[in-house]
């Protein structure tokens, strides 16, 4: 990079306006207020407890996000946070206004990279609009938030902050992970896997399923993964938060079911 702006000073410029973005970013990140207290941040135990749904047909999820305007990932978040939503009122906590965050972890491997060993990611903060009661306007939330986050450098920064860390001290490693980890209540990963139909020793391997993992002090985990044809979406929770993660993942369901047929309405309306 130093050649080629000795070679091309004007360069200097650009390099000045991205420092001064990444700048911002970066203390907009620091300077969030921590996620609000709920059953899903708390004294973790050691006893984890997990459940996963069934596959929902990848093409039902992107006609869903076709018609409302939005993405297959605006669609599964959506009906994640409306699950979540169900869930905090299922046991009489409080849900109007309430805004929570994710932790989520982002490829920045360019997909036609060289297989090699180690990751290469960053991180993002998106708000669940839990305390947004319509349906509707939950998913236009949702997917704004989406749209402001990939339109911004938070991935690249979180990323140069991770290499960061990599080279300091475990303590001082620790204290900076669970500062971030205070941002946020839970890991979500929405990962697109093959699509077609994979092999073990001779024998189709029917679903797939991956866990992501939870650090900084974070007791639940969703896993959103497509294989095949299919999505499957999987809740890990620390049991002394929520012991009863099959709930969370019925939610799911029922949430997509409502967004599936909300989209119907739209095209309805439309034609």
Do not use: C
């Amino acid at each position: 990079q130093s050649l080629e702006t000795f070679r091309h000073p004007g360069r200097l410029i650009d390099f000045a306006k991205v420092g001064a973005d990444n700048a911002a970013t970066l203390a907009k990140m620091a300077l969030r207020f921590p996620d609000p207290h709920t059953l899903y941040k708390g004294e973790l135990g050691i006893t984890k407890r997990t459940a996963w749904s069934d596959p929902i047909p990848l093409s039902e999820v992107k006609a869903t996000g076709r018609a409302l305007g939005g993405t297959v990932n605006d669609v599964l978040m959506t009906a994640v946070t409306g699950a979540l939503r169900r869930y905090l009122a299922d046991q009489n906590q409080p849900v109007d206004g309430l805004n929570i965050r994710a932790l989520v972890p982002v490829n920045l491997r360019a997909l036609d990279a060289p297989l090699e060993l180690g990751n290469r990611f960053g991180l993002i903060f998106p708000t669940l609009p839990i305390g947004t009661p319509d349906l509707h306007k939950r998913f236009v939330a949702m997917r704004r938030h989406m749209t402001d986050i990939k339109n911004s450098p938070e991935a690249v920064v979180a990323y140069g902050v991770l290499y960061a860390l990599g080279m300091t001290p475990v303590d001082i490693e620790g204290v900076f992970l669970d500062f971030f980890g205070s941002k946020s209540s839970l890991v979500l990963t929405n990962v697109p896997g093959p699509q077609f139909q994979l092999y073990l020793a001779g024998s189709p391997m029917r679903e797939i399923m991956a866990w992501v993992p939870q650090s900084a002090g974070l007791g639940m985990g969703v896993s959103i993964l497509s294989y095949n044809g299919g999505v499957m979406i999987g809740i890990t929770t620390d049991a002394a938060l929520v012991p009863d993660p099959e709930q969370i993942v019925e939610n799911a369901i029922i949430e997509f079911e409502a967004l599936r047929q909300l989209a119907d309405n739209v095209k309805g309306a439309t034609n």
